[in-house]
C-alpha cells in the first residue's frame, strides 16, 4: 500500500488548490437579442422563448392567450 514519505504542508495543500478553483470560470453570458434579457450562450431565452431569431419554446403569456 502507498504511503507518503512526509507530511502535505496546508500552505503546500492550499497553494495546489488555488491554481485549480482560479482555473474555473462562471458561464459565459449575453443579452438576447429580442427581448434584452440576460441569458447563457447558446440557450433558449426563458422570457421570450427565442433563440438564434426563431421561437422554440412557448412562454406561458403566449399559452394563456392562445387559451
Not at 3 to 10: A, F, I, L, Q, Y
Not at 39 to 55: D, K, T, W
Given at each position: 500500500?502507498?504511503?507518503?514519505?512526509?507530511?502535505?504542508?496546508h500552505?503546500?495543500?492550499?497553494?495546489?488548490?488555488?491554481?485549480?478553483?482560479?482555473?474555473?470560470?462562471?458561464?459565459?453570458?449575453?443579452?438576447?437579442?429580442?427581448?434584452?434579457?440576460?441569458?447563457?450562450?447558446?440557450?433558449?431565452?426563458?422570457?421570450?422563448?427565442?433563440?438564434?431569431?426563431?421561437?422554440?419554446?412557448?412562454?406561458?403569456?403566449?399559452?394563456?392567450?392562445?387559451?
Amino acid at each position: 500500500m502507498a504511503t507518503p514519505k512526509s507530511r502535505v504542508s496546508h500552505a503546500r495543500t492550499h497553494k495546489r488548490k488555488s491554481e485549480w478553483i482560479g482555473a474555473l470560470t462562471a458561464p459565459e453570458v449575453t443579452t438576447c437579442p429580442h427581448c434584452g434579457e440576460v441569458i447563457q450562450n447558446y440557450r433558449a431565452c426563458g422570457e421570450c422563448g427565442f433563440y438564434r431569431g426563431r421561437q422554440v419554446i412557448k412562454t406561458a403569456s403566449e399559452e394563456k392567450k392562445e387559451a
